[in-house]
């Protein structure tokens, strides 16, 4: 059914589903099992989904309360330790463990602290768009007609600037760019794509005789709208929203580094890389770590994305 | 394998070096399908044979593994999560399941083509009908373009879509869901193949549309010689076309009968029960008789019979002991060919 | 037909109603639903119309089931949708006792549909599946709260299950649990649950295998008798339509072909169409299909965005002539049966209607 993020492993012909579907829960003698418990059953499975919530649990904890890791200051440069940069495998958790950067700040401490810039960039931007693009998407596909035509081409409007480089132009417009002004960069560029996912899985659940049938029975809008469709359009809105956090912290990341983002003193991984390309070759390790934090985290999203996708769509079972 | 320039004549009967047996034989098929939630036993044992110019009626309802069985010997199967962890099915004595991929390949198409429920799932969307017709041609006998072209409307010709020449270069969606099953009918006759296998293939046509096909799926049958396997789960259509019926349940043949005998004289309950259900058009009836229960769990098959929860004659002994196929005779011993039930009471049921 | 609706006692006398049956409890007239076909993004223009529904007329009586058959795309499910009111009809009336349902909006509309529910075809779209049982029974008691207070409701629920023949204690479990027919166990339910006077079917067991459309079928008998319901039951399956109608009409494009009583219409046919469709039902007896009447119709059923001119069969009828072609053929009892004593004098839409056994015939 709502199966809108799912089109390329869509059986492409009758060839390939059986006729007895192996998957066909018939009747069980256990209790109730609605179609999220199930997909919870399935995840609590998954190996990618517990190794994504255990990085993501992680990352939040970091973002939240950063002193519990470590106890140095990302800003407090002592220049006596200008770019020394051995890991000091001895001393996991110590300003020193991974080095320092050019103006002597330790390289653990600044990457810790600008866990909770990347990460509250994501959630941020990635709450505002669905709750934004959701709205759109529901009014746009449900009532149709003159209203679907209008936010569909506005839509359309937004959808086809680029993102980066429209959000570029966006940050152009403020002097002082804190955490919020990129997102809202981010999130102004960003909530099309919620938009299209939503629209489109609202035009097939409206048309699904369950809906019809609560109207027959004299459903109102709020009621079929709150109880039918949004419950039954949530699960590829979850999934397109989860996979684009990941796409969010990176465009942050990006942008930062290109200078049109956050910027010193705000720490943020964005920063850091930006600085540790200019002394690649003499201290790789500043733009190592901040480089493997962005990855860890933007993939660790991304896999949650997939494993959620696959426990709410019965289909790849 | 004859060569596709014999369509103009009569073809010659198949000729066949050296296997004397059924076209296609399956073995004590099993198939099963490994879930979450458990093993599905799709597929249970089951035995049928086709000859050349035969049909073979498979009849069952959904879940009864009549469609699994067609796709294991399609080679079809999606394999994980579908397993087949024993049996044969030997085409001219051959067993395909031992066969190499390749080999596979070669007979598939070539020598056993199939119809599907859906034709416009089945033919893409892209390509013109012409084309994809022609494609058979160019593929496996290297034709020209023109020539496969003129291929593609001999067979739209012989499949009676009208106006074939005009019609060669449309696409699939402007076709009709009749012609479309013309269309996919002619694929399959392409290559001349030996045995067709047609999975419900008037389920989704209407009444009046659903005759012209079947029709025509005979005719040509007969002109090829060819063996047919037609699944269906409507007992209406199987007695308009088929020679035998094998009737399926829970992934077992519980009966196997020639086709008037069958609906003469059915020789399994659940045979019997789906007959009492259906509706007279011919004559306005009191209640229908309805077969109790619901239709079997594969995850878990009941032990036994399989049928057994919902049969009206069950004992103990059909709880604990699975029936098997065995030959069914007249009251006094004498033979009744082809003949076969899976019920420890079928002398009650046909008899009685 | 237009001007029947206007004059009750026309209607009568036209319709030839038996007076025995009582008063209709629904009457339809000349209803219409066209589909206007458009081009344009965002200024659309109309550039024509498909004819779903062209002018059908018809009456239910209380307590009957009016079959209502016809192949894919001849509108028969349209026609649910605009008695459901789920569609707005273009022209044409639906009374509900003397009132015009098709007008109506808001509460009256509400009220209504107290009274008119519905049975849909797929029994696996349509049920929410992210609600239980529970809940999508009990959601008619939250739109219609008068009709169940709210500490009764479970209470209420339960006993639907039970009325249906599913075990009350399942109420808590979500519809993919359950099988196809009990699913569509629970979808009568639902149907049931406002204890209407109609319920309109859309080939409620056309999904259904077999053995479990029996048992189906055989609930909703026990069901109208019960609770004295009159059913509008839409299907292709011709066989099903029999064994449970009263009536019958026959839809072709938009249009009804023929209406009777099921044994006028199945045992003494005057429309070729519904000739044509009897002889083409596959029957599963294969010593009967010998002695049986076979036409077997060429081409397809034309676009009903484009119907032909005249009878709308016309293209694929045997005995079309000329005036067929520029003569629509009105649903009245022709002319040669008319005031005589057979059953073959019942409404037909045909220029030629003769009497045809293709059932029985030997």
């Known amino acids: 059914m709502p199966d809108v993020t799912k089109t390329a492993t869509a059986a492409p012909d009758a060839v390939a589903t059986p006729s007895v579907d192996p998957s066909a829960p018939v009747e069980k003698p256990e209790k109730a099992r609605s179609l999220w418990g199930d997909a919870w059953a399935d995840l609590r499975r998954n190996p990618y989904f517990i190794v994504s919530t255990v990085l993501i649990a992680l990352l939040l904890l970091i973002s939240a309360w950063p002193t519990l890791f470590t106890s140095a200051s990302p800003t407090a440069g002592d220049l006596v330790n200008h770019f020394l940069g051995k890991p000091e495998l001895s001393k996991v958790g110590s300003p020193e463990w991974l080095g320092y950067d050019q103006q002597g700040r330790s390289v653990y401490a600044r990457l810790i602290h600008g ?145 049109l983002g956050l910027a010193a003193p705000t720490v943020s991984w964005g920063v850091d890389i930006s600085a540790g390309v200019a002394q690649i070759r003499v201290a790789p390790h500043v733009l190592l770590w901040p480089s493997i934090m962005l990855s860890i985290t933007v993939l660790a999203f991304i896999m949650l994305g997939e494993a959620v996708r696959n426990a709410l769509d019965p289909k790849l079972r | ?61 959904s879940g009864s593994g009549k469609s699994v069985t067609a ?101 699939p969606h402007q076709f009709s869901g009749g012609m479309r099953q013309r269309i996919m009918i002619a694929m399959a006759l392409a290559l001349e193949p030996d045995l067709i296998i047609a999975d419900e293939p008037t389920t989704a046509l209407d009444v009046t549309v659903q005759a012209q096909v079947m029709d025509l799926l005979a005719e040509l049958q007969r002109e090829y010689n060819m063996g047919l396997i037609l699944i269906t789960h409507d007992l209406g259509v199987v007695a308009d076309v088929a020679d035998k019926i094998a009737v399926m349940y829970a992934g077992r043949i519980v009966e196997q009968a020639p086709v008037h005998e069958l609906y003469a004289r059915p020789a399994h309950p659940y045979t019997r029960g789906l007959l009492d259900s259906i509706p007279r058009l011919d004559q306005k009836g009191q209640e229908l008789y309805a077969i109790k229960g619901l239709p079997p769990n594969l995850l878990k098959v009941p032990s036994g019979c399989a049928f057994n929860p919902r049969c009206p004659k069950a004992t103990d002994l059909c709880r604990t002991e699975i029936p098997a196929l065995v030959p069914v005779t007249e009251q006094d011993g004498a033979d009744l060919p082809g003949r076969k039930s899976a019920c420890h009471f079928w002398k009650e049921t046909i008899h009685g | 037909m ?42 659309k223009k109309q550039v024509g119309a498909v004819k779903a529904v062209d ?260 293209t694929r009828c045997w005995k079309a002539q000329d005036k067929c072609s520029t003569e629509q053929p009105v649903l009245a009892i022709p002319e040669r049966f008319r005031g005589q004593d057979t059953l073959a004098a019942h409404e037909s839409a045909c220029h030629f209607a003769e009497e045809r056994d293709v059932v029985h015939a030997g």
């Not at chain 1, 941020?124 to 081409?153: C, E, P």
């Not at chain 1, 570029?168 to 804190?178: D, G, K, S």
């Not at chain 3, 409890?25 to 993004?41: A, D, M, W």
Request: aromatic fraction near 6%; include cysteine; charge should be neutral.
């Open chain 1, 115 to 259: 866990t909770s810039a990347s990460v509250t960039v994501g959630i941020a931007v990635t709450a505002i768009v669905t709750v934004v693009g959701g709205i759109m998407g529901m009014i746009s596909g449900y009532f149709g007609g003159m209203i679907d035509a209008v936010l569909s081409r506005i839509t359309d409007v937004f959808f086809g600037i680029p993102f980066l480089l429209g959000a570029m132009v966006v940050l152009q417009a403020f002097v002082e760019r804190t955490v919020w002004v990129v997102v809202f960069a981010l999130a102004f560029l960003g909530w099309t794509q919620i938009t299209r996912v939503m629209r489109g899985a609202v035009i097939t659940i409206k048309q699904a005789d369950y809906v019809h049938a609560a109207k027959a029975l004299g459903a109102g809008t709020t009621r079929i709208l709150f109880r039918h469709i949004l419950p039954n359009a949530m699960a590829p809105v979850i999934v397109v929203a989860t996979i684009a956090l990941g796409g969010y912290i990176s465009a942050e990341a990006t942008l930062s580094y290109l200078g």
């Open chain 2, 1 to 61: 394998m004859s060569t596709i320039d014999k369509t103009a004549t009569v073809p010659a009967p198949r000729e066949n070096s050296d296997h004397n047996g059924p076209l296609l034989e399956v073995k004590d098929l099993h198939v099963e399908f490994h879930t979450r939630d458990g093993v599905a036993k799709a597929v249970n044992g089951v035995n049928y044979s086709v000859d050349a110019g035969e049909t073979l009626a498979v009849l069952g309802e």
């Open chain 2, 71 to 171: 796709q294991a010997i399609m080679g079809i199967l999606d394999m994980p999560p579908g397993k087949i962890p024993q049996g044969e099915i030997l085409f001219r004595g051959e067993d395909m399941l031992k066969m190499s991929d390749e080999e596979r390949r070669k007979i598939r198409g070539r020598k056993i083509a199939m119809i599907f429920q859906d034709a416009l799932s089945s033919l893409n969307p892209v390509l013109s009908v012409g084309y994809q017709l022609g494609e058979m041609f160019r593929v496996h006998h290297g034709m020209s373009k023109k020539d496969a072209k003129v291929k593609a409307i001999e067979l739209m010709d012989k499949v009676k879509i009208p106006a074939a020449k005009a019609r060669v270069s449309d696409y």
């Open chain 3, 2 to 43: 237009a001007d029947l609706s206007k004059n009750d006692e026309a209607v009568a006398a036209a319709l030839d109603v038996p007076v025995q049956r009582g008063e209709p409890i629904l009457q339809v007239r000349n209803l219409q639903k066209h589909f206007p076909l458009t081009q344009g993004i965002l200024f």
């Open chain 3, 55 to 314: 002018g059908v007329s018809f009456d239910l009586y209380q307590g009957e089931t009016l079959g209502i058959v016809g192949e894919s795309g001849c509108g028969k499910s349209t026609v649910a949708k605009l008695l459901m009111n789920l569609e707005r009809a273009t022209a044409g009336e639906v009374f509900y006792k003397g009132q015009d349902i098709t007008k109506l909006s808001g509460r009256a509309l509400k009220a209504v549909r107290r009274n008119i529910q519905m049975v849909f075809q797929d029994p696996y779209t349509s049920l929410n599946p992210r609600m239980t049982v529970g809940d999508i029974i009990g959601e008619t008691f939250d739109i219609h709260p008068e009709v169940a207070p709210k500490g009764d409701r479970r209470r209420k629920v339960q006993e639907l299950l039970d009325v249906v023949g599913l075990n009350p204690e399942y109420i808590n479990r979500y519809p993919h649990q359950f099988s196809g027919g009990q699913r569509q166990r629970i979808g009568i339910a639902r149907g049931l649950a406002l204890n209407p006077e109609i319920i309109i079917c859309d080939e409620p067991v056309s999904a259904l295998d077999v053995s479990v459309q029996a048992q189906v079928i055989n609930l909703m008998e026990k069901l109208q008798d019960e609770f004295n319901l009159s059913y509008i039951f839409i299907a292709h399956d011709l066989s099903i339509v029999r064994h449970i109608s009263d009536r019958v009409g026959v839809m072709y494009l938009g249009k009804l072909a023929e209406i009777g009583t099921d044994e006028e219409i199945y045992e003494h046919p005057t429309h070729p169409y519904t000739q044509a469709l009897l002889s083409a039902v596959p029957v599963p007896d294969p010593t009967a299909r010998a002695n049986r009447d076979r036409i077997i119709l060429t081409g397809d059923v034309p676009s009903p965005a484009n119907p032909p001119s005249g009878c709308r069969f016309r």
